[in-house]
């Protein structure tokens, strides 16, 4: 028999939004991800993913898949608290968005990450950032980094 899963990934409720904010603003004060405000979040409930320990039901981490165009997909805002991090919740949030977006028929995800290895793990490959024009002129003008962006692009391909 398998061990019971210590917890749960789902997608976000209404009553999620202030938790994920706050674990968001974390990660972004250490320079880790954009900051996402309340309004933005609310906004975008539906494109978030949870995962949520069963014992205490409390929020763990979360993950974003994010529609850009009729063929690309953004994962973004993937946090898992520091006291959950090396159990495999990012990698099954991780997984949760790449379901939903071959469920819906999209041909390619991407990322900016520092967490580069994490995500070739999971069978994404670095690419330039340029190729994402979309990208550039929705997020990161208003990102405090812009123009002098650091992270790394990476991109999957879902039609293999």
């Not at 205490?56 to 529609?67: E, F, K, R, T, Y």
């Not at 993937?78 to 469920?103: F, M, P, T, Y």
Request: net charge negative; with cysteine.
């Amino acid at each position: 028999m398998g061990a019971v899963p210590e917890y749960q990934v789902s997608k976000a409720r209404i009553e999620d939004v202030v938790i994920i904010q706050k674990l968001l603003a974390g990660f972004a004060q250490k320079g880790k991800l954009l900051a996402r405000s309340l309004s933005e979040l609310y906004t975008n409930v539906r494109d978030i993913y949870v995962a949520r320990d069963l014992s205490a039901g409390q929020l763990m981490g979360c993950c974003s898949l994010h529609i850009m165009w009729d063929d690309l997909a953004e994962i973004r805002s993937l946090a898992v608290e520091q006291s959950h991090q090396g159990r495999g919740v990012g990698r099954q949030l991780l997984q949760a968005c790449i379901d939903e977006a071959r469920d819906l028929g999209i041909k390619r995800l991407f990322t900016l990450t520092y967490e580069t290895g994490f995500f070739e793990r999971s069978g994404f490959r670095v690419v330039d950032k340029n190729i994402f024009p979309q990208k550039i002129w929705a997020d990161c003008l208003h990102c405090p980094k812009f123009p002098e962006c650091d992270e790394v692009a990476l991109v999957m391909d879902l039609t293999t």
